[in-house]
């Protein structure tokens, strides 16, 4: 039984540059997550996926942030034209539905992102 | 909105000693509760949670955590620290009947001295 994977787990990207980030979920989990991690800071909510169907997104989530989940898989989450406030740990879990029927939110170890 | 407040951004104990983490909630409506741990350069594992039941919820690692409605609280404690509990701990709380998304406290890390 695999974890939720993320990749990369390190990234330093100039200025201006355009990141991604792959997540690929616990199998057979509907539900995917993506979250944003500061140093000293709690993940903070970015975007959710139900299968592939993106039905929440945060005011974090500017114009310059997009996440896709194509046919209910794996999921990207894009950065373009970085700026350094974007550094962060950038997390993605998944879970079997519904978080607090009994279902687990289960964690990656995250993607950290490097601004210079 | 649900939020959560993690009392003290650190926590030093001693090993062996006591640990206590605090966590207080604000929602409306009865909510869903968790403590999850992260290590260095790692996400989060889950350590417990509450969703309805029993107040008193035991979770991995010796942790356990009491939901205190009264008081709007989710304090995590282990009798015994061991100096394997060293990492930054965070509580989410879930508002049942929205989307289920957890929203999480500040964190706390716990130092375990020898």
């Known amino acids: 039984d695999t974890g939720v994977s993320q990749d990369p787990r390190h990234k330093i990207t100039k200025r201006g540059q355009n990141v991604t980030f792959r997540c690929d979920p616990i199998?057979?989990?509907?539900?995917l997550y993506w979250y944003r991690q500061t140093l000293g800071q709690g993940p903070e909510f970015l975007t959710y996926f139900q299968n592939e169907a993106q039905l929440e997104k945060s005011r974090l989530l500017s114009d310059r942030f997009s996440a896709e989940r194509p046919k209910g898989s794996f999921s990207t989450l894009e950065i373009q034209r970085t700026e350094q406030g974007d550094s962060a740990m950038y997390l993605c879990?998944?879970?079997?539905?519904?978080?607090?029927?009994?279902?687990?939110?289960?964690f990656g170890e995250g993607s950290w992102l490097t601004v210079v | 909105a649900q939020s959560v407040t993690q009392l003290g951004s650190h926590v030093s104990v001693s090993e062996g000693a006591l640990v206590l983490l605090r966590c207080n909630y604000s929602s409306s409506v009865p909510p869903y509760l968790f403590w999850y741990v992260q290590y260095p350069n790692q996400g989060l594992q889950l350590l417990l949670k509450?969703?309805?039941?029993?107040?008193l919820v035991k979770g991995i690692n010796g942790f356990e955590a009491e939901f205190k409605k009264s008081e709007t609280s989710f304090h995590l404690t282990k009798p015994s620290a061991h100096m394997s509990d060293a990492a930054e701990y965070f509580c989410?709380?879930?508002?049942?009947?929205?989307?289920?998304?957890?929203?999480f406290g500040r964190g706390t890390s716990l130092i375990v001295h020898p």
């Open positions: 879990a998944s879970s079997l539905g519904k978080t607090g029927f009994g279902n687990t939110i289960y």
């Open positions: 509450y969703t309805t039941g029993a107040t």
């Open positions: 989410a709380v879930i508002r049942s009947g929205g989307s289920y998304i957890p929203t």
């Open positions: 199998s057979e989990h509907n539900r």
